[in-house]
C-alpha cells in the first residue's frame, strides 16, 4: 500500500507539474509540446533536472539557472497541491475502482482553476493599472 500512494504521490506531482505548462501556454494560445520548457524571461531551455516537481525550485531558490529571474512559487504550489490531491483521493478510494476516473476529474478540475484564477489575476492587475478615464 505505501509503494502505491508514494506512485500517485509521484503521478500527482508530474502531472501538476504539466498543469503548469498549460496554465502558463493555454491562455497564450502556445503549443503544449513544442518548444520545451524554457525560462519565459530569458529563453533558455529548462535542463533534464529542472522538471522535477518541487525539489528543482527548491534547489534552484525559485529562480531560474540561467538568468536568475524569480521563478513563481505558483510552480511548487499546483505541483504539491496536486500531488496531495491525487493521494487523498488514492487513499480514499483506493480499492472503489473509481479511482482512474476520479483522477481524471481532479486533474480537469485543478488545470481549470489554475487557468481561471490566473485569468482573473491577471484581469485585476490589468484593471488596475490601466489608467482612468476623464469623466
Not at 17 to 26: C, D, E, G, I, P
Not at 43 to 60: D, E, K, Q, T, Y
Not at 108 to 133: D, F, Y
Request: proline share 7%.
Amino acid at each position: 500500500m505505501p509503494a502505491i500512494i508514494l506512485a500517485v504521490a509521484l503521478l500527482g506531482l508530474s502531472l501538476g507539474s504539466f498543469l503548469n505548462v498549460v496554465a502558463y501556454r493555454l491562455p497564450r494560445h502556445d503549443s503544449l509540446i513544442s518548444p520545451g520548457s524554457h525560462c519565459p524571461n530569458c529563453g533558455h531551455a529548462a535542463r533534464a533536472w529542472h522538471n522535477m516537481p518541487v525539489l528543482a525550485w527548491m534547489a534552484l531558490a525559485g529562480t531560474c539557472a540561467d538568468c536568475d529571474e524569480p521563478i513563481s512559487v505558483r510552480y511548487p504550489i499546483v505541483e504539491l497541491a496536486t500531488g496531495g490531491v491525487f493521494v487523498a483521493a488514492a487513499s480514499e478510494l483506493l480499492g472503489a475502482g473509481a479511482t482512474p476516473a476520479l483522477a481524471y476529474l481532479l486533474f480537469a478540475g485543478i488545470a481549470l482553476a489554475v487557468v481561471g484564477l490566473q485569468s482573473i489575476l491577471r484581469a485585476t492587475h490589468l484593471a488596475s493599472s490601466a489608467p482612468l478615464e476623464k469623466q
